[in-house]
């Protein structure tokens, strides 16, 4: 089965630029999406195909992916981006054809 | 806008059965693929299963952890996604999420339904 993996936490200060990783094999091969989670809601999505943004979500959000690593960039953080974040993809070989990362806590310090 | 409102969560017995249910709006549910996803306490992410549109075939697929335990089925007359969960064990317990597929992504999410398997 495909694994996703993401650092437990990031810390970033206001206005920062905040970085989170998804890594897996190959990874560049794959279309990456990722899930924004604040406390006591329900995900939604801030980036599909890697690097599109849905309606509504600030161009402060970015994507990247290349070799074994995609990458979620939040420019200028603010208080209200702290939340989990969690990469996604869709793997045709896998059990689970819809495989998450382990998720990532964002903290704005 | 769209709208996913699941309903049919709470607390039941280890080898019980409960059946969730998810009432949509603002789109054409006809035309949509829909999924399930859950989440533990405290824990990440995991896809439950999915159903494609009847014009697509209306097939369904399963993880192993659930397959053949659970079931997904569709009532396009009234806009409704449902989860029928069998043989429930206490790793089930989490909250599940109504979502639409895209097809490769989860663009829409219900607000969840916290299912509890505890004796």
């Known amino acids: 089965s495909y694994v996703l993996t993401q650092p437990p936490s990031v810390s970033v200060a206001p206005g920062k630029t905040a970085r989170i990783t998804c890594g897996g094999n190959n990874i560049g091969s794959k279309s990456v999406h990722w899930y924004q989670q604040k406390p006591g809601q329900a995900p939604m999505l801030v980036i599909y195909?890697?690097?599109d943004r849905p309606s509504g979500i600030p161009e402060r959000f970015s994507g990247s992916n290349s070799g074994n690593t995609a990458t979620l960039t939040i420019s200028r953080v603010e208080a209200g981006d702290e939340a989990d974040y969690y990469c996604q993809v869709w793997d045709s070989s896998s059990d689970h054809l819809y495989v998450f990362g382990t998720g990532t806590k964002v903290t704005v310090l | 806008e769209v709208q996913l409102v699941e309903s049919g969560g709470g607390l039941v017995k280890p080898g019980g059965s409960l059946r969730l249910s998810c009432a949509a709006s603002g789109f054409t549910f006809s035309n949509a693929w829909m999924s399930w996803v859950r989440q533990a306490p405290g824990k990440g992410l995991e896809w439950v299963g999915r159903i494609k549109s009847k014009i697509d075939g209306g097939t369904t697929d399963y993880p192993a952890p659930v397959k053949d335990r659970f079931t997904i089925s569709r009532d396009d007359s009234k806009n409704t996604l449902y989860l029928q969960m069998n043989s429930l064990k206490t790793e089930d317990t989490a909250v599940y999420y109504c979502t639409t597929l895209s097809p490769y992504y989860f663009d829409y999410w219900g607000q969840g339904t916290l299912v509890t398997v505890s004796s």
């Open positions: 195909y890697n690097s």
